[in-house]
């Protein structure tokens, strides 16, 4: 168990990583076409749909280092008030609540990606992507959301220290 967390946990930081570069490449790319448009008269046919597609992938793909990391969106006003077993109580819940969510996400969502692959379907634009490229993206990015949450609940329910409130002031 301990070498697929720590693979896991790996591979999550580094997905995140690179969703950050791949910001910094949307940022490039969309500049690019600013000034193409608008200063030469000259859009491109890729730049706005490649950076669509990063986009889809950069956010999604940095949820399993954020949920390692304690740093997803939570609302604690009632948690903060409870004792640590209550707390673990909570976070036990709420991982499982995850874990089935990416379970509904994967299980439906990879129906679109395949019948598009099998269909030859694409974006219909100039640069005509396989639409299956975006699809993918949902049962992928959920698929090891679910799998990072499900090893954050086995840590938590055999004791390992509850994570920190990233957000508290100090």
């Not at 697929?4 to 997905?15: E, G, P, Q």
């Not at 490449?25 to 950076?51: C, D, H, K, Q």
């Not at 949820?63 to 004792?83: E, K, S």
């Not at 949450?149 to 055999?158: D, Q, S, W």
Request: aromatic share 14%.
């Amino acid at each position: 168990m301990q070498s697929v967390a720590s693979f896991f946990d790996w591979l999550a930081d580094r997905l995140a990583q690179l969703c950050g570069w791949a910001y910094f490449a949307i940022g490039l790319m969309l500049g690019f076409e600013v000034v193409a448009r608008y200063f030469f008269n000259a859009p491109t046919i890729w730049a706005e749909e490649l950076s669509r597609l990063l986009f889809i992938f950069a956010t999604l793909l940095a949820g399993p280092a954020l949920l390692r990391h304690n740093q997803h969106i939570r609302v604690t006003a009632l948690t903060a008030l409870m004792g640590p077993g209550a707390q673990r109580a909570a976070r036990l819940a709420a991982l499982a609540f995850v874990v089935a969510f990416c379970w509904v996400l994967v299980w439906y969502g990879k129906d679109a990606p395949l019948n598009s692959f099998e269909r030859g379907r694409s974006s219909g634009s100039m640069l005509d992507i396989p639409a299956w490229w975006a699809q993918s993206a949902v049962p992928l990015a959920f698929g090891l959301l679910g799998i990072q949450a499900i090893i954050e609940f086995i840590r938590c329910a055999l004791g390992a220290p509850l994570p920190a409130d990233a957000h508290a002031p100090e």
